[in-house]
């Protein structure tokens, strides 16, 4: 029996926390783990992905729908840089993530063969946590601080293992791994609850609001039974962030939408017509589209109180839970509903949707995109996962693809990096096999890391109970990325043309191609009911204007203001968004 090294011990960490697979990227010094796990049995499984971004983006996607922390690998040098845009996803979107990455530097420091100040790369990332192995009695701690730390700070952590620390045996006085405590990340570690004179302000507000608006963000997961009875007792609107998007029933009659710059005129019309606004989990940065300072009176819910009034001017600040802080405000708000302000977010909600459902009907040249993701709305499998990438596909998925319960949906909301999509996709399919994925992209996108993470899905898709992964690529060849109105520009302007669905095929998986829009509803039959993973690529128009919905300076009661009282508006808008990034570069 060979001797227990570092490396055994890690794994040993690893299932003791639970974790069921960890991505990465074999390389040299990070081989004795790498060995260790394959060594493992499945428990946990290694994924080698095509690159080490592409690895870091799984392990954030699988902590983003999942709940659980992430695990990512690699090792020094070029393959530790490689891991930071995808541990900045995690970072920003408040995900738990380890990083384990390995080093071997055995000549003098600072002119090693790709050797890179390691603590100093992932000092701001994983600014909570990053420490290096030094002795083998310290790894099974270091491991477990690592783990806690991402999971009470919902961040990245970092764990530098030498490659002379992995491959040591350990002594035989080192008892086994013992359980450990594990967290859910997902969920708060302590009952968390705002004090009892600050609920009982806000409920006071709430019930002296007479047009109530709620904004719901990704922070507000699993709280949608509160949002919806305080919704009804209020009669209030609901708009959310695109994080927040999968949180509520999209169906809803009082659901405007998404907020922002993507999103729909329903929802920015609520903003300008409240007078009332308790903003739930979000951070959302699209700041030109709330209220104007001094419109509203705001509440804000937070499980952490930096956030709060990080957006907004905010009057009575609730640190808590989203669920236990709403259980607890329900408690305190009597059922009287203004309906008619109801009837008028109602009335709001209803023509946005008559006015999607035509901007999708336009012609366009092949096919519109709206109409892509229109036609998949009707068609979104009951459960499953839905992974959207950067471009002008989050404008007509924010807009379009209504997302009913029990489907996940996840984007890198606030990085936004291109690329990300095809991974979370992987991520979202090896966590729950048995459920449909689809992934939405622009070309860039798959050009950028979508084409090679197709060989991951194609080595894995057939243990899947399920075979479903479904990859949309949105082809408009257009080299900016974001299309948008914008006429073609010059040939060597544009990016060049890959048969995306051929490449889908050569690899042993469904492709089609479609270029008319007649065939868009057929063709998204084809691909859900395919016995293997797809690539639907639809060549799309670019030149289908984004619209971004105006930033609402009419409320829902009709009121409106005159050409210098505007002018006064957006430049007020434009100093709100300055004084916001300044404090960001901050």
């Not at 979107?93 to 071997?104: C, F």
């Not at 970092?158 to 992995?166: I, K, N, S």
Request: charged content about 20%; some cysteine.
């Amino acid at each position: 029996m060979a001797d227990r090294t570092v490396a055994d011990l890690v794994v040993e960490r690893l299932r003791a926390w639970r974790v069921p697979r960890a991505f990465g990227y074999p390389g040299a010094a990070i081989a004795p783990l790498v060995t260790a796990l394959d060594a493992a049995g499945g428990d946990p499984e290694f994924i080698p992905a095509r690159h080490e971004e592409t690895a870091a983006f799984m392990a954030t996607g699988h902590a983003k729908f999942t709940g659980e922390i992430g695990v990512c690998l690699a090792t020094q040098g070029p393959s530790a840089v490689h891991l930071l845009n995808g541990l900045y996803d995690a970072k920003l979107d408040s995900k738990p993530v380890v990083a384990i990455v390995g080093e071997d530097v055995t000549g003098p420091l600072g002119g090693a063969h790709e050797e890179i100040g390691l603590s100093r790369l992932f000092g701001d990332v994983c600014n909570q946590f990053v420490r290096y192995g030094r002795a083998a009695g310290q790894v099974p701690t270091l491991l477990d601080q690592a783990f806690r730390t991402a999971a009470a700070t919902r961040s990245p952590t970092c764990v530098v293992l030498p490659y002379a620390l992995q491959v040591a045996t350990v002594p035989d006085l080192l008892p086994q791994a013992a359980g450990v405590m594990s967290a859910t990340p997902g969920e708060p570690l302590a009952r968390v609850l705002p004090h009892e004179g600050d609920l009982d302000a806000a409920a006071s507000l709430l019930i002296t609001g007479q047009r109530v608006a709620i904004l719901v963000g990704q922070g507000a997961h699993g709280a949608a039974d509160e949002i919806v009875a305080l919704v009804d007792r209020l009669g209030a609107g609901v708009a959310t962030s695109l994080l927040g998007k999968p949180v509520l029933d999209e169906r809803l009659p009082f659901h405007t939408g998404v907020l922002g710059e993507v999103g729909t005129t329903a929802a920015a019309q609520l903003m300008g017509g409240c007078d009332t606004l308790l903003l739930v989990g979000t951070n959302d940065p699209w700041i030109d589209w709330y209220p104007m300072p001094g419109q509203v009176r705001t509440i804000q819910i937070d499980i952490d109180g930096r956030r709060i009034g990080n957006r907004y001017p905010v009057d009575v600040p609730l640190v808590g839970d989203a669920g236990e802080t709403l259980r607890a405000l329900l408690g305190r708000v009597p059922d009287r509903p203004n309906q008619q302000w109801r009837n008028l977010v109602e009335s709001s909600v209803d023509r946005w949707r008559q006015a999607a459902a035509e901007r999708a009907a336009t012609p366009a040249e092949p096919v519109n995109p709206q109409l892509v993701l229109h036609e998949l709305a009707g068609r979104l499998p009951p459960r499953g996962a839905v992974a959207v990438d950067v471009g002008s596909v989050i404008y007509w998925y924010a807009r379009h693809l209504q997302l009913p319960p029990g489907v996940r949906a996840q984007l890198c909301g606030t990085l936004g990096s291109m690329g990300c999509a095809l991974p979370y996709a992987v991520a979202a399919k090896l966590a729950r096999p048995g459920e449909p994925v689809i992934a939405l992209l622009g070309d860039g996108a798959m050009q950028l890391n979508g084409l090679a993470e197709l060989i991951t899905v194609a080595h894995h898709w057939q243990e899947w109970r399920d075979p479903r992964l479904v990859v949309l690529v949105l082809n408009n060849r257009d080299h900016s990325g974001m299309g948008g109105g914008r006429p073609p520009g010059p040939p060597t302007h544009r990016r060049p043309d890959v048969p995306y669905a051929g490449w889908a095929r050569l690899l042993g998986l469904h492709g089609v191609r479609v270029d008319r829009p007649e065939l868009i509803g057929p063709a998204w039959d084809e691909v859900l009911a395919a016995d293997r993973p797809s690539v639907l690529e639809a060549v799309v128009d670019p030149a289908v204007p984004l619209d971004p919905p105006e930033p609402a300076l009419a409320d829902l009661r009709g009121l409106f203001v005159d050409g210098d009282a505007a002018r006064r508006v957006r430049e007020q808008m434009l100093q709100r968004r300055t004084a916001v990034e300044a404090e960001d570069l901050v």
